[in-house]
């Protein structure tokens, strides 16, 4: 502790009782960042004069995302008593630790609208919880082990979490407080990606990238089944990673065939959207794939870049994004995600940030 920090210590030691008032009287908030926007920095897709259909509200970043809410008497008392321990003023996370997105891939709401986002470069799973204002970084995949590749990640209705991690070999099965509570798939996965919950049934799939195949797993962990997509040559998986589970199919983003496969909750295969080539629309490295609730699809395609939006029948409706690193944009984007409020997550994986786009409606 530096001599001024000691000196400030001491002097407000006597202020003890008021500092601890604003300790319990303020509490944070999570925003996006544009909160205070101007209306002619507004970002939407497609671009006027058309109709938008999307629009960016923000962009979520870890710790920088959280601030002191209340009144400013409060907020610069209890900014003073962090900053004397060592804490960020704002945040209230140590100075000397990394609480932001480093690599994120894939991300999951689940139905408290609680949202998890898997990340490489910090080898863990982030947790916002923007009703509390709080953020918690789950580090543990078992027991005695921590995360080491984390992937995809899937939320169940009692508030379980699946996270695929691909250098483990296994998915790890959280309680809603970030305990292991089991391993599912240790010595029959290989290169486990994505993961989708099928809540019905309570079927987990799981993509394994080096076996070219989606594996089924039971409630209790037990493998079902496994899938390699249509018997014809052309349909067969090639390298799948990211999947879905909505409106009672599975989407899998197959990834080096370039299209994405529907197929039904059975694993019968269903159509494909997209296919190979260099025009807009067209997909070249599919990554995340996700899907609203009202049946629109949306495909990272992440060697140009772009976030793709499909309707429900496939034909494609718009990209949105681009190479770059300013507002909107991507650089090597990953996974993809939807909520119930009709917001578009995006894992911005070499931007180190999950982008947020507002679905406006709209016919196709």
């Not at 996270?163 to 790890?172: C, E, K, P, R, T």
């Not at 990673?241 to 269903?270: E, I, K, M, P």
């Not at 699809?297 to 690193?325: A, C």
Request: aromatic share 10%; with cysteine; charged share 20%.
């Amino acid at each position: 502790m530096t001599r001024l920090r000691k000196v400030a210590l001491a002097s407000l030691l006597l202020l003890l009782p008021v500092i601890l008032l604003a300790c319990v009287a303020t509490k944070h908030e999570m925003t996006l960042g544009t909160e205070r926007m101007d209306a002619s920095q507004r970002l939407v897709w497609p671009s006027l004069p058309q109709t938008p259909r999307y629009e960016f509200i923000g962009e979520i970043l870890g710790a920088d995302n959280f601030r002191l809410s209340g009144d400013d008497s409060f907020r610069s008392a209890k900014g003073a008593m962090r900053w004397l321990v060592g804490l960020d003023p704002d945040s209230g996370f140590p100075k000397d630790l990394n609480h932001n997105l480093a690599r994120p891939v894939s991300g999951v709401v689940d139905r408290k609208g609680i949202m998890y986002v898997t990340d490489m470069g910090q080898k863990a799973v982030f947790v916002f919880d923007p009703f509390k204002g709080e953020m918690s970084i789950w580090r543990k995949a078992t027991a005695n082990s921590h995360f080491s590749a984390p992937a995809g990640i899937a939320a169940s209705a009692n508030g379980d979490v699946f996270v695929a991690d691909s250098a483990l070999g296994f998915v790890a099965r959280l309680n809603s407080h970030g305990l292991p509570i089991a391993e599912i798939g240790r010595d029959q996965l290989k290169r486990p990606v994505g993961v989708a919950w099928d809540p019905g049934r309570e079927r987990l799939y799981v993509s394994d990238a080096w076996d070219d195949n989606i594996k089924i797993f039971d409630h209790a962990g037990k493998l079902v089944k496994a899938i390699t997509g249509q018997t014809e040559e052309s349909q067969l998986f090639n390298a799948p990673t990211h999947l879905t589970f909505a409106h009672n199919r599975l989407y899998v983003s197959d990834t080096l065939n370039a299209q994405v496969q529907v197929l039904d909750f059975d694993g019968g295969f269903l159509f494909t959207v997209g296919q190979r080539g260099n025009f807009m629309g067209n997909l070249s490295r599919p990554k995340g794939v996700a899907v609203d609730a009202e049946g629109n699809i949306y495909i990272v395609e992440s060697f140009f870049d772009h976030l793709l939006v499909f309707n429900k029948n496939g034909r494609f409706l718009l990209p949105i994004g681009g190479t770059g690193t300013g507002k909107g944009q991507f650089y090597l984007p990953s996974g993809v995600w939807t909520d119930a409020a009709g917001r578009v997550f995006v894992a911005d994986m070499f931007n180190g940030r999950v982008v947020v786009f507002q679905f406006l409606g709209g016919d196709d």
